[in-house]
């Protein structure tokens, strides 16, 4: 009995360290990122700005780590058109051109890296998807909360948008339970390859189409539909 304590606290201890790994990492590269890709911040910031107007940058938000809300940070991609009776129109006839663009090379996740650097978000975790969703997962579905929420993640190598919500929570869940430096570096390179040919973007996709959880009956609002 005493034996398997120790293990368990030698597990426990393995865990809490690699973890205080990862978060290093993640301030060095998201520092090094945002100082690097500084220009190219601004730049997109003068054409969202231009082309969309403002608000430049998009929060809302998300169930971070163990489910702790925070307000994620992106690139705006939707105009404000609006039907006849005021209500913003669906996500699909709001997406610009620019704005696909923007998501198709994942461009507008960069402003994130900010999130990784303040300590809410990881560069690979569970993708943080819509508040709403919390009541709606089953307890082995919200595990996916036990680690910080990342800019890329398993489910986003496996599929991305081609996924329906159920099965990004099971390879969320997979990943929690796997997670190890070296998964990390392989999802990160597999981001890069996956981002450079455009696999797994679904242009003008609104939540409806992806989600399996019942959200979107009665359907969800505009404004909240943007799913990541």
Known sequence: M??????????????????????????????????????????????VRLLLGSPVLFRQQRPGWHGVPFSICKFRTMNDRRDASGELLPDSERLTRFGRFLRKTSLDELPELFDVLRGKMSLVGPR????????????????????????????????????????RLEHDVWYVDHWSFLLDLKILLMTFS????????????????????????PRAKPATGRNA
């Open 194 to 217: 996956r981002v450079s040919s455009g696999s797994g973007v679904i242009s003008g996709q609104d939540v409806e189409d992806v989600d399996d959880l019942g959200l979107s009956a």
């Open 128 to 167: 943080p998807l819509l508040m709403a969703y919390l009541p709606r997962y089953t307890p082995e579905q919200f595990r996916r909360h036990d680690m910080r929420p990342g800019i890329t993640g398993w489910a986003q190598v496996n599929g991305r948008q081609t996924l329906k919500f159920s099965k």
């Open 2 to 47: 005493s034996a398997n304590l120790a293990d368990i606290e030698r597990d426990g201890w393995r865990r809490r360290a690699g973890l205080a790994g990862k978060r290093a990492f993640d301030v060095c590269a998201s520092a090094a990122g945002l100082l690097v890709l500084g220009p190219l911040l601004l730049l997109i910031a003068l054409m």
